[in-house]
T-cell receptor, first 112, second 115 residues
Framework: KAGVTQTPRYLIKTRGQQVTLSCSPISGHRSVSWYQQTPGQGLQFLFEYFSETQRNKGNFPGRFSGRQFSNSRSEMNVSTLELGDSALYLC???????????FGDGTRLSIL | EDKVVQSPLSLVVHEGDTVTLNCSYEVTNFRSLLWYKQEKKAPTFLFMLTSSGIEKKSGRLSSILDKKELFSILNITATQTGDSAVYLCAVLANAGGTSYGKLTFGQGTILTVHP
């Protein structure tokens, strides 16, 4: 069974641009969560989607947004990029909330 | 605010040693505690603990949860160089309604196993 797939693997952007990251969950999984990982802050929760609805959101500015499609695939968008947005963005899926989350390899975003 | 604290932050041992990693938490609406192993890429799921006192075991790894004292330990016996990784503890909390998807992570313990 294929794991969680995130694309692209690497991205380089400049300040002020916007970016869209994609996540395809494990087949049959309906819950998708996004996390930001940095050396200083560790892994921090961004948001959770279930059945195309955002169920929960972490403490990130409104520049961070996401959505989930009817096939459970999810996208995350960051607008007006700042240097501090440089991080590894991880997506995790589970069959439903409350089940173990399985992570993708992440998208490494670098802001110049 | 939900909080998860791991100790030690780093640990260096030799092959064959036994290690114990600690995780304490203060979380509203606790659902379960999870352990992950992260090498270069994605965190890999190890255990999910929901009930106190029940040990979960997988090979040389085992873990137990104490919901009264709000902590968990992860034990690794007969360590091998392949156990070198960052071990992450995370707590799954109910964030309202039917949402159980919010994981709060600790800082991680960096384990280095020398041959």
């Amino acid at each position: 069974k294929a794991g969680v797939t995130q694309t692209p693997r690497y991205l380089i952007k400049t300040r002020g641009q916007q970016v869209t990251l994609s996540c395809s969950p494990i087949s049959g999984h309906r819950s998708v969560s996004w996390y930001q990982q940095t050396p200083g802050q560790g892994l921090q929760f961004l948001f959770e989607y279930f059945s195309e609805t955002q169920r929960n959101k972490g403490n990130f500015p409104g520049r961070f947004s996401g959505r989930q499609f009817s096939n459970s695939r999810s996208e995350m968008n960051v607008s007006t990029l700042e240097l501090g947005d440089s991080a590894l963005y991880l997506c995790a899926s589970s069959f439903q909330g409350g089940q173990p989350q399985h992570f993708g390899d992440g998208t490494r975003l670098s802001i110049l | 605010e939900d909080k998860v604290v791991q100790s030690p932050l780093s640990l260096v041992v030799h092959e064959g040693d036994t290690v114990t990693l600690n995780c304490s938490y203060e979380v509203t609406n606790f659902r379960s505690l999870l352990w992950y192993k992260q090498e270069k890429k994605a965190p890999t799921f190890l255990f999910m603990l929901t009930s106190s006192g029940i040990e979960k075991k997988s090979g040389r790894l085992s873990s137990i949860l104490d919901k009264k004292e709000l902590f968990s330990i992860l034990n690794i016996t007969a360590t091998q160089t392949g156990d070198s990784a960052v071990y992450l503890c995370a707590v799954l909390a109910n964030a309202g309604g039917t949402s159980y998807g919010k994981l709060t992570f600790g800082q991680g313990t960096i384990l280095t196993v020398h041959p």
